[in-house]
C-alpha cells in the first residue's frame, strides 16, 4: 500500500509562488511515477504534472502550466514537489498527489485512472 500526504498549499497573490510537497510511505512509491492533479469548484479532476519512478527529466506537464510549474522527486524519491510559479486565478483549485498504480512504467501516465493512490489535497487559491 502507499499512503500520500500534501501539504504546502495556500493564498497567494497572482504572479506569487508556491511549493507543494507529497510525503509518501510503503516500500513501493519509489518505484511508482507520480504525478499531481487538481481540482477547481464544479470542475472535473484534471492533469497538472507527473514525473517517473527514475525522476529527472522523464516529466509531463499539461499545457497550462509548462514553463511555469516544474515537478521533482527528492533524493530517496519517496517525496514528490510541485513548484508552481507566476500563479494565476486560474490555478485555484485543490491539488492532490497521485502514486501511478503500476510498477516502473517508463511512460508515467497522465490519465486520473491509471492512478490508484490519491492524498487528502491541498488548497491554493491565487487572489487577483
Known amino acids: 500500500q502507499v499512503q500520500l500526504v500534501e501539504s504546502g498549499g495556500g493564498l497567494v497573490h497572482a504572479g506569487g509562488s508556491l511549493r507543494l510537497s507529497c510525503a509518501a510511505s510503503?516500500?513501493?512509491?519509489?518505484?511508482?511515477?507520480a504525478g499531481w492533479f487538481r481540482q477547481a469548484p464544479e470542475k472535473e479532476r484534471e492533469f497538472v504534472a507527473a514525473?517517473?519512478?527514475?525522476?529527472?527529466?522523464?516529466?509531463r506537464y499539461a499545457d497550462s502550466v509548462k514553463g511555469r510549474f516544474t515537478i521533482s522527486r527528492g533524493p530517496a524519491k519517496n517525496t514528490v514537489y510541485l513548484q508552481m510559479n507566476s500563479l494565476k486565478p486560474e490555478d485555484t483549485a485543490v491539488y492532490y498527489c497521485?502514486?501511478?498504480?503500476?510498477?516502473?512504467?517508463?511512460?508515467?501516465?497522465?490519465?486520473?485512472?491509471?492512478?490508484?493512490?490519491w492524498g487528502q489535497g491541498t488548497q491554493v487559491t491565487v487572489s487577483s
Open positions: 510503503g516500500r513501493t512509491f519509489s518505484d511508482r511515477g
Open positions: 514525473i517517473s519512478w527514475s525522476g529527472g527529466s522523464n516529466t
Open positions: 497521485a502514486a501511478d498504480s503500476r510498477i516502473g512504467r517508463i511512460l508515467v501516465p497522465t490519465a486520473r485512472w491509471e492512478y490508484d493512490y
